[in-house]
């Protein structure tokens, strides 16, 4: 047998064992329970899987939970004791309920509950007229900056110093935005989410457009003093008219037909659940 002969039956032979030693792992790993090769998940509990580093390793202002830890998340429960050894395990804080929950409760079942809606397209009107059309040192600096910054091309360094200016297409841009720059506000919110009439059982319910009359009502309801009736005047900006709802037909002439329907959709539970009638025709 020549030297290159043997030399060649020896790599066959190496080649068959790995191959052989091969389709052994893969069969011994094929016949084990997948479960038993991981760790095992605890309902509510997260693994962590890093070696568990001594405090007194950690350097100066770091966090034991290092990167698992947001600046903003509230902190968690340490409980590495029930964790297997090299796991640490974190637990979110549970939220907790309202202190008072028995006085709560006893209100919500004793106390005569009552709740005035407005129409949606006029209370939306209303809000901007208040809060953008007259100084205002919370809106312009909070919404109105935001807003200008998001949705105002080439808006002026004094517009976006001060935030005056909004126009009513610029704040429904926001206000159909689901990636909106600033949160929602509860002047233009929706009532059905700010009042939850499906969990709280109202007594009454009244109606903005029939102010006068439904507040009235109610106070004999409760059977408050005679003398004691719903005033009548304007108290903010007493110099201008109340948005009616010929003023809010105005406004929504500068939106175009899809913005229209979009905001209708916006506000869609507030009209069904209040029983008003679409503002325009067009919408469906």
Not at 90 to 99: C, E, G, T
Not at 105 to 122: A, D, G, N
Not at 235 to 262: K, M, V, W
Request: proline share 8%; charged share 25%.
């Amino acid at each position: 047998m020549t030297p290159r002969a043997g030399t060649m039956r020896l790599a066959c032979m190496f080649s068959s064992i790995l191959l052989f030693g091969a389709a052994g792992l893969l069969l011994f790993i094929s016949l084990q329970d997948p479960t038993e090769l991981s760790p095992r998940q605890v309902p509510g509990i997260k693994f962590s899987i890093r070696p568990q580093q001594p405090y007194n390793d950690l350097p100066p202002g770091s966090s034991r939970d290092g990167d698992l830890k947001a600046p903003t998340e509230k902190v968690t429960r340490d409980l590495s004791s029930r964790a297997p050894r090299g796991l640490h395990l974190l637990v979110p804080d549970r939220p907790r309920a309202p202190r008072n929950m028995g006085g709560i409760l006893h209100r919500l079942s004793t106390y005569t509950k009552m709740l005035f809606v407005r129409e949606p397209f006029e209370r939306l009107v209303s809000a901007f007229r208040d809060k953008f059309e007259h100084p205002n040192s919370y809106y312009h600096p909070v919404f109105g900056k935001a807003i200008l910054a998001r949705y105002r091309a080439n808006a002026s360094r004094e517009a976006l110093r001060t935030g005056s200016g909004v126009r009513f297409p610029e704040f429904v841009q926001y206000l159909l935005d689901v990636h909106r720059p600033v949160g929602m506000d509860i002047h233009w919110d929706h009532v059905s989410r700010l009042c939850s009439p499906c969990l709280i059982d109202y007594d009454f319910v009244g109606k903005f457009e029939s102010m006068e009359e439904d507040a009235n009502f109610f106070l004999s309801l409760i059977r408050a003093p005679r003398n004691l009736t719903f005033p009548q005047f304007k108290d903010r900006h007493s110099q201008e008219a109340r948005t009616t709802a010929q003023i809010t037909h105005q406004y929504f002439t500068q939106l175009s037909a899809l913005q229209r329907q979009r905001t209708y959709d916006f506000y869609y539970m507030d009209y069904l659940m209040f029983n008003y009638s679409k503002p325009f025709a067009d919408l469906y």
